[in-house]
């Protein structure tokens, strides 16, 4: 059983920075598919970035140049580097991992991310 929690998320106004964390335990995410996704009040859930077991990252057209996806895989914890965030960024983020890439995906909690004009 793979459990993913997230962290990091907070209040921030336009133009600033956070850093999520998504600590999972279970399965080593080396040997996971991991994506980052967000759900906006009253929308469905939005892709944001994914990072295969490479370590090659792809992002959402608006995240390019400004998020950053990482891994460190002896604390088997992911990271999602967010600058000059904007209002439209405000979201609940989850982090999800698929292990060994065969589209069973587990998710966090998700952690709320809110960026003010």
């Known amino acids: 059983q793979v459990q993913l929690v997230e962290s990091g998320g907070g209040a921030v106004q336009a133009g600033g920075s956070l850093r999520l964390s998504c600590v999972a335990s279970g399965y080593p995410i080396t040997r996971s598919c991991i994506n980052w996704v967000r759900q906006a009040p009253g929308k469905g859930r939005e892709w944001v970035a994914s990072i295969n077991t490479y370590g090659i990252t792809t992002y959402f057209d608006s995240a390019k140049g400004r998020f950053t996806g990482s891994k460190d895989s002896a604390k088997n914890t992911l990271y999602l580097q967010m600058n000059n965030l904007n209002p439209e960024d405000t979201a609940m983020y989850y982090c999800?991992?698929?292990?060994?890439?065969?589209?069973?995906?587990?998710w966090g909690q998700g952690t709320q991310v809110t960026v003010s004009s």
């Open positions: 999800g991992a698929d292990p060994d890439c065969r589209g069973n995906w587990y």
